[in-house]
């Protein structure tokens, strides 16, 4: 019989007719793409994430100075990337909200400390050292990954952001609690932002002076 074609059978037992429902074959086959969608992305985005871990990570653990520094370099950028990629490949769009708020709303505030509280860094390069910006990057794309996809995603991201506060402190750019203040402020934005901030937060692009910028605008 033809999908979606409604027939009758003949039951032999009671003589009696019997209809048989109409098959739905358009949505049969939505059903099944979105169930390989979901397997295919879970597998792709557990690929991301081990690239970076077995190529960035675990060579790096027995290294310092200069190496370890230029892993966290990519890991801090790495992680966020994959945070806010994961809004596509799930087609979150709710999150992909939440994640430019409050992203924005942690580099702002990470650069309001640096600016704001005048600490020398260990090297003494120079006097932004109060927040690690590399370990609130970092931290905020595993604990975005963690909240909104599970643990698969969120621990090993972890790994990776632990090791990123790690090399700033071997490679002499903060001390230890400029790393425990990133990772405070990388850990309570995602959860703050999802009940609230998107609610309060603008976030709108500002181009000055040849610069291009965004401006954050929080209502209290």
Same mark, same amino acid.
């Given at each position: 019989?033809?999908?979606?074609?409604?027939?009758?059978?003949?039951?032999?037992?009671?003589?009696? /007719?019997? @209809?048989?429902?109409?098959? $739905?074959?358009?949505?049969?086959?939505? !059903?099944?793409?979105?169930?390989?969608?979901?397997?295919?992305?879970?597998?792709?985005?557990?690929?991301?994430?081990?690239?970076?871990?077995?190529?960035?990570?675990?060579?790096?653990?027995?290294?310092? #100075?200069?190496?370890?520094?230029?892993?966290? $370099?990519?890991?801090? &950028?790495?992680?966020?990337?994959?945070?806010? #990629?994961?809004?596509?490949?799930?087609?979150?769009?709710?999150?992909?909200? !939440?994640?430019?708020?409050?992203? +924005?709303?942690?580099?702002?505030?990470?650069?309001? #400390?640096?600016?704001?509280?005048?600490? &020398?860094?260990?090297?003494?390069?120079?006097?932004?050292?109060?927040?690690?910006?590399?370990?609130?990057?970092?931290?905020?794309?595993?604990?975005?990954?963690?909240?909104?996809?599970? !643990? @698969?995603? *969120?621990?090993?991201?972890?790994?990776?952001? *632990?090791?990123?506060? =790690?090399?700033? &402190? @071997?490679?002499?750019?903060?001390?230890?609690?400029?790393?425990?203040? #990133?990772? *405070?402020?990388?850990?309570?934005?995602?959860? =703050? *932002?999802?009940? !609230?901030?998107? /609610?309060? +937060?603008?976030?709108?692009?500002?181009?000055? $002076?040849?610069?291009?910028?965004?401006?954050? @605008?929080?209502? =209290?």
């Amino acid at each position: 019989m033809h999908p979606g074609l409604t027939g009758y059978a003949l039951d032999r037992k009671n003589t009696t /007719e019997r @209809k048989i429902p109409p098959v $739905d074959s358009k949505k049969t086959n939505q !059903q099944n793409n979105v169930k390989v969608f979901k397997c295919g992305s879970t597998f792709y985005l557990k690929c991301i994430l081990a690239f970076f871990l077995t190529t960035h990570v675990q060579p790096t653990l027995a290294q310092t #100075g200069k190496t370890s520094a230029k892993t966290g $370099d990519y890991l801090q &950028i790495a992680l966020p990337v994959a945070a806010f #990629g994961a809004t596509f490949v799930f087609d979150d769009s709710d999150g992909r909200a !939440q994640f430019l708020q409050t992203f +924005a709303s942690t580099i702002f505030l990470t650069y309001v #400390g640096k600016i704001g509280i005048p600490v &020398i860094r260990p090297d003494g390069s120079d006097s932004y050292s109060f927040i690690s910006g590399h370990t609130s990057a970092a931290t905020f794309g595993a604990t975005f990954l963690m909240k909104r996809y599970g !643990q @698969k995603f *969120g621990i090993p991201a972890f790994l990776a952001a *632990g090791f990123v506060g =790690w090399s700033r &402190i @071997k490679s002499k750019k903060h001390h230890n609690g400029d790393v425990f203040r #990133g990772a *405070g402020l990388g850990l309570l934005l995602p959860h =703050w *932002g999802a009940l !609230q901030l998107h /609610e309060k +937060a603008k976030i709108s692009p500002v181009y000055l $002076d040849k610069n291009l910028g965004l401006n954050l @605008k929080l209502n =209290w």
